[in-house]
């Protein structure tokens, strides 16, 4: 079965960078991009970004432009995001995602709180 | 970027009662839409993709329609285990983009 499964909880300082893994199983690696998705405390989802796996094609969303970048790990089938310059509003959860709006496929991570303070 | 009005925000309602929630697009999508059930501390999960077509495992009393603009989720008569916030998500253009939520709450 399809399992992704993210790394655990941060806490960073404003300017400071973070990266989120996301690691993948129970299929062929390269068959599904994957969505990056956050949720601020108490606010709603927010859509990212996207990495095709087979060809490192990526699409942003504009205020994560220049901010994030994302790799893959074919040897452990991982995925990951980092997103840098840190401010206190980039504190949410972070989810990676495989989701085919045009098929029943759509798989979610359990998570990853980032916490950024000073 | 295509903006997914939702609405309600927030809606009360009592189980056995029908539901519906509305997703407006800024500009045609075609059928590209989902939409998500979440409950506290958990991820999302998708009840209707392609607008219209059931995710497996999911129960009859929701459905989805709407096509270009327009989309409504419904909940034909609400269980205890309804009551979370629900999500449209629109994959027609990059940047995809979520619906502001529906909390649906308990009367």
Same mark, same amino acid.
């Given at each position: 079965?399809?399992?992704l499964v993210q790394s655990g909880a941060e806490v960073k300082k404003p300017g400071a960078s973070v990266k989120v893994s996301c690691k993948t199983s129970g299929y062929s690696f390269a068959t599904y991009g994957i969505d990056w998705v956050r949720q601020a405390p @108490?606010?709603? /989802?927010?859509?990212?970004?996207w990495i095709s796996v087979y060809n490192g094609n990526t699409a942003f969303a504009q205020k994560f432009q220049g901010r994030v970048t994302m790799t893959t790990e074919t040897s452990t089938s991982t995925v990951y995001m980092e997103l840098r310059s840190l401010?206190?509003?980039?504190?949410?959860?972070?989810?990676?995602?495989?989701?085919?709006?045009? #098929?029943?496929?759509?798989?979610? @991570?359990?998570?990853?709180?980032?916490?950024?303070?000073? | 970027d295509i903006q997914m009005t939702q609405s309600p925000s927030s809606l009360s309602a009592s189980v056995g009662d029908r539901v519906t929630i509305t997703c407006r697009a800024s500009q045609?999508?075609? #059928?590209? /839409?989902?939409?998500?059930?979440?409950?506290?501390?958990?991820?999302?999960?998708?009840l209707v993709y392609a607008a219209s077509s059931l995710q497996s495992g999911v129960p009859s009393r929701f459905s989805g329609s709407g096509s270009g603009t327009e989309f409504t989720l419904t909940i034909s008569s609400l269980q205890p285990?309804?009551?979370a916030t629900y999500y449209c998500l629109q994959h027609n253009t990059n940047p995809?983009?979520?619906g502001q939520g529906t909390k649906l709450e308990i009367k």
């Open positions: 079965q399809v399992q @108490g606010q709603g /989802l927010e859509w990212m970004s401010r206190s509003d980039d504190t949410a959860v972070y989810y990676c995602a495989i989701i085919d709006g045009d #098929n029943p496929i759509d798989y979610w @991570g359990q998570g990853t709180p980032v916490t950024v303070s000073s | 045609g999508i075609r #059928n590209d /839409l989902g939409w998500y059930q979440q409950k506290p501390g958990k991820a999302p999960k998708r285990e309804d009551f995809h983009t979520f």
